[in-house]
């Protein structure tokens, strides 16, 4: 009914950027938190960036001041603008949304924890 749609990932040499971009599809009411997450070979997943609807965002230490999180709330997307780009930063990410309210037919209906089929991002020398 509903689902995320992850574009922008690519390869890049170190200090480079890329704009990651996840539109949600579907009868799509309202959307409270939407976020990215990465994972590399043999690790958890982890927790890039979120932003609520009232635009709050939370980042992971090791991105802050050079990843920014932003969302289209009329367009259901949320971006990844992702600067100064380091060798570590090489994953898959994947965008995430929490509280998903959408309609089935004439009923509201909530995902509560949704995911893209994720972004490949590499970033080396």
């Known amino acids: 009914q509903v689902r995320l749609m992850e574009s922008g990932g690519g390869t890049v040499r170190p200090g480079g950027s890329l704009r990651l971009s996840c539109a949600a599809s579907g009868r799509i009411f309202s959307i409270n938190i939407m976020g990215w997450y990465r994972q590399t070979p043999g690790k958890e997943r982890e927790l890039v960036a979120t932003i609520d609807g009232s635009g709050t965002t939370n980042y992971a230490d090791s991105v802050k001041g050079r990843f920014t999180i932003s969302r289209d709330n009329a367009r259901h997307t949320v971006y990844l603008q992702m600067n100064n780009l380091k060798p570590e930063d090489t994953a898959v990410y994947y965008c995430?949304?929490?509280?998903?309210?959408?309609?089935?037919?004439?009923?509201?209906?909530?995902?509560?924890?949704?995911w893209g089929q994720g972004t490949e991002v590499t970033i080396y020398s």
């Open positions: 995430n949304t929490d509280n998903l309210l959408y309609y089935n037919g004439d009923y509201l209906r909530q995902a509560t924890d949704s």
